[in-house]
Antibody, heavy 119, light 107 residues
Framework: QLQLQESGPGLVKPSETLSLTCTVS??????????WGWIRQPPGKGLEWIGS???????NYNPSLESRVTISVDTSKNQFSLKLNSVTAADTALYYC???????????WGQGALVTVSS | EIVLTQSPATLSLSPGERATLSCRAS??????LAWYQQKPGQAPRLLIY???NRATGIPARFSGSGSGTDFTLTISSLEPEDFAVYYC?????????FGQGTRVDIK
C-alpha cells in the first residue's frame, strides 16, 4: 500500500523559507506513470495546488506562487521536497503531498503537515 | 486561471436521501474534472475522475456527470459516513484549480 509522509518544521518565521519533505513508501517515486505534487489548505479554507514534479525533475508551479516556490525530487531516497521562500502569515496552512494520476488528479495523499508562519 | 464555482455552499439532508452537488467552470475543461471528499482531520479522498469514472474502492452510490463547464456529483442514497465536504478540481488547464467546496451536513 502506497504511503506518503510529510516532514519538516511546524513553525517558520516571516520572511524565511518553508521547507517540507515527502517520503514515499510502498512504491517507487521513479515510476514513469505518476507525477508527485504539493497542495495546501489554510485553516478552515479550501485547497490550493502548489506544484507538481516528475521523477526526471520536470516541475510545474502555480503562477501565484511560482516566484517563491521550488519543488525537487531525490529518487535515491524516494522523496520529493517543497521550498517556499519569503513566507508571510498568509502561507500558514496544512501542506499535503500527494501522488498524481492522469497528469492531474491526486489519488494518494499524505496526512498533512501544519506549518505556521509566526515570529 | 479556471475558476470552479460549487453550489450550494451547504446541503442539509437526511441519511437515505439523494444529494446533488454542482460544479461550474469559468471555461471549458472538457471532461477533465475530479471530485474529492474530505472529512474533518483527514486528507481529501479522490472519488471521481474524468467527470464520471469512480476511483478505486469508491462505492457505486457515488456518480459523476457532465462535460465542458457544468458538472454534477450525485450520491444516490446518503450513508452516515458521507456527511463531509466535497471539492471539485480540474486538470483541463494550468494551474490545476479546486472549487471552494460544498458541505453536506445532517438535517
Amino acid at each position: 500500500q502506497l504511503q506518503l509522509q510529510e516532514s519538516g518544521p511546524g513553525l517558520v518565521k516571516p520572511s524565511e523559507t518553508l521547507s517540507l519533505t515527502c517520503t514515499v513508501s510502498g512504491g517507487s517515486i521513479s515510476s514513469s506513470t505518476y507525477y508527485w505534487g504539493w497542495i495546501r489548505q489554510p485553516p478552515g479554507k479550501g485547497l490550493e495546488w502548489i506544484g507538481s514534479i516528475y521523477y526526471s525533475g520536470t516541475a510545474n508551479y502555480n503562477p501565484s506562487l511560482e516566484s517563491r516556490v521550488t519543488i525537487s525530487v531525490d529518487t535515491s531516497k524516494n522523496q520529493f521536497s517543497l521550498k517556499l521562500n519569503s513566507v508571510t502569515a498568509a502561507d500558514t496552512a496544512l501542506y499535503y503531498c500527494a501522488r498524481l494520476i492522469h497528469y492531474g488528479y491526486f489519488d494518494y495523499w499524505g496526512q498533512g503537515a501544519l506549518v505556521t508562519v509566526s515570529s | 486561471e479556471i475558476v470552479l464555482t460549487q453550489s450550494p455552499a451547504t446541503l442539509s439532508l437526511s441519511p437515505g436521501e439523494r444529494a446533488t452537488l454542482s460544479c461550474r467552470a469559468s471555461q471549458s475543461v472538457s471532461s477533465y474534472l475530479a471530485w474529492y471528499q474530505q472529512k474533518p482531520g483527514q486528507a481529501p479522498r479522490l472519488l471521481i475522475y474524468d467527470a464520471s469514472n469512480r476511483a478505486t474502492g469508491i462505492p457505486a452510490r457515488f456518480s459523476g456527470s457532465g462535460s465542458g463547464t457544468d458538472f454534477t456529483l450525485t450520491i444516490s442514497s446518503l450513508e452516515p459516513e458521507d456527511f463531509a465536504v466535497y471539492y471539485c478540481q480540474q486538470r483541463g488547464n494550468w494551474p490545476r484549480t479546486f472549487g471552494q467546496g460544498t458541505r453536506v451536513d445532517i438535517k
